[in-house]
T-cell receptor, first 108, second 117 residues
């Protein structure tokens, strides 16, 4: 069945350092979504990528969708303490499947 | 923006009892809602898709008689954990899309943390 792998599982960075999480799908996706879940909170939608090779930016966050529409990445430039949380990708093939998530910790 | 509300946010119950969790779409109609289960530091596992006016669609391995889902109106879906046991303790989250059939963003409820003693 459709699977979405996400790495790394955890990432501890010093405030100001960059952070990247990667997702890889076993099947071609119609779109990929990214969500952020703060500790103790619920997932909140960040963005959706639809087009092959698409790149979108939200301030310090850069989202990419691979040419083959099977992988994606989220890059945060100059992390801040407010970036802490778990970042999930969710790939839409036949259904929406969530990756395992990457837990980001930021040391100030 | 669209808001999905979930109640209760946490519940503690004795083993063998049943617990009902409500998921409401506050400012839009949701013909479809989704129920997830999340263990600590793990991903969201889709349990079932709740369809207004019809039976829910359960994912493989999810017991439909254990996790009863009712979607009686366009703004309310309920999940009842029947005869709960400690292994049912988890974080349960619902979500909905604003537009039926649209593969767009999901709006999540605040989640319900269930602890079964």
């Amino acid at each position: 069945g459709q699977q979405v792998m996400q790495i790394p599982q955890y990432q501890h960075v010093q405030e100001g350092e960059d952070f990247t999480t990667y997702c890889n799908s076993s099947t071609t996706l119609s779109n990929i979504q990214w969500y952020k879940q703060r500790p103790g909170g619920h997932p909140v939608f960040l963005i959706q990528l639809v087009k092959s090779g698409e790149v979108k930016k939200q301030k310090r966050l850069t989202f990419q969708f691979g040419e083959a529409k099977k992988n994606s990445s989220l890059h945060i430039t100059a992390t801040q303490t407010t970036d802490v949380g778990t970042y999930f990708c969710a790939g839409h093939g036949n259904k929406l499947v969530f990756g395992a998530g990457t837990i980001l910790r930021v040391k100030s | 923006g669209a808001v999905v509300s979930q109640h209760p946010s946490w519940v503690i119950c004795k083993s063998g009892t049943s617990v009902k969790i409500e998921c409401r779409s506050l400012d839009f109609q949701a013909t479809t809602m989704f129920w997830y289960r999340q263990f600590p530091k793990q991903s969201l596992m889709l349990m079932a898709t709740s369809n207004e006016g019809s039976k829910a669609t359960y994912e493989q391995g999810v017991e439909k008689d254990k996790f009863l889902i009712n979607h009686a109106s366009l703004t309310l879906s309920t999940l009842t954990v029947t005869s709960a046991h400690p292994e049912d303790s988890s974080f349960y989250i619902c979500s909905a899309r604003r537009l039926a059939g649209f593969t767009g963003e999901l709006f999540f409820g605040e989640g319900s943390r269930l602890t079964v003693l």
